[in-house]
């Protein structure tokens, strides 16, 4: 059995986490892998897990090089204020941690995330359980999944064209001309008639 808790002076005890995450959301899924589970597999006691990255939701934007995402204040930005402007506050959170993590990391992350069969079918998991399941919880109509799987759809569909392909004009509009053009369509699948 490995040797937990405390690494020696110079291992990459962090390093080793991302690694062990990544190997064990791609064999357990998003839902079966556990912050135990990693630590087990890194060869570190939990706490040193915790330590950083508090919750199994900050660790696998971070095992996928997106460390500085955090979807729980991403969703409580969204999800806080009228319902009427959520579409408006969806489109403008999301544009800043994209363009904070910067056009280069997006061109190869979610690439690597769609080529990667293991990588893929964890983004259902991940964005139900962490992003689309708690705007969800916040809409009062019983078409709430099918509401948020437009939304997801919209906003993957952003992310590509803006960032990957780079379809001019999107991908340099500024962020108030791209919330202008998409917010009002995402207002219409979160209250509006479908």
Partial sequence: MARRGRRPAGQDA??????AARMEFAEQGYDGASMRSVARRAGVD???VRHWFPEKSALLPAALGLAEVSP??????VVDGPLDRLGER???VALKVWDDAGPDLMRVALPAVLGSPELRSLMPQFLLAEVLGPIARNLPSEDAALRTSL??????GLAMARYVVGLEPIASLPADGVVAAVAPNLQRYLTGKL
């Fill in 72 to 77: 729980h204040e991403i969703v409580k930005q």
């Fill in 46 to 48: 939990p706490g040193t």
């Fill in 151 to 156: 939304l997801g759809s919209q906003m993957i």
């Fill in 14 to 19: 962090r390093g080793a986490i991302l690694e």
């Fill in 90 to 92: 969806l489109v403008r």
